[in-house]
């Protein structure tokens, strides 16, 4: 084997460095995650609105339940997609701490809308405010989780 010459050896290791940053950037959540998320906001939105308020408690905790077995599986964010698994050293161990963060930044959204709209004299605000959400989340999640990230160095 013929001895390898510094520059191509630093050539080499930033291409590797480089190839390794790119998987990196595209560990995250699964394009469905978000849409689930978005379809049980706007569920919950409208049980929230038009049933007891015993219900919209039990169904927000049973939403809570099944989207943390769902989240457990996939919130490490390194299977976003069926082909790929990186391993853990690769994706960061704060994604999760980030998604979280960012769950609760969206309920104080659903929150704030609601109680905008409901203050406005619109009907069914709760509706609203979860089918506004819901868009964001469905439309915009992996954009918005991308910038966290960066924020966040995750």
Do not use: K, N
Not at 2 to 20: D, K, S, T, Y
Not at 22 to 37: D, I, N, Q, S
Not at 78 to 96: D, I, K, N, W, Y
Not at 97 to 117: D, E, F, K, R, S
């Amino acid at each position: 084997m013929e001895p390898i010459a510094q520059h191509e050896a630093r050539e080499a290791l930033e291409a590797i460095e480089h190839a390794r940053r790119g998987v990196a950037a595209e560990v995250g959540l699964p394009r469905w995650y978000w849409w689930l998320l978005a379809a049980g906001w706007v569920v919950l939105g409208v049980v929230g609105d038009l049933s007891a308020a015993w219900f919209a408690t039990v169904a927000t905790v049973a939403y809570g339940a099944v989207h943390a077995t769902v989240a457990s599986r996939v919130l490490s964010g390194r299977r976003r997609t069926g082909g790929v698994q990186v391993s853990a050293e690769t994706a960061s161990r704060r994604l999760p701490v980030v998604v979280i963060g960012m769950l609760v930044a969206l309920v104080a959204l659903t929150i704030g809308t609601a109680l905008v709209l409901d203050a406005d004299g619109t009907e069914h605000a709760s509706i609203f405010a979860g089918i506004f959400v819901a868009a964001v989340v469905g439309f915009g999640g992996p954009e918005i989780l991308g910038v966290l990230r960066r924020w966040a160095r995750a």
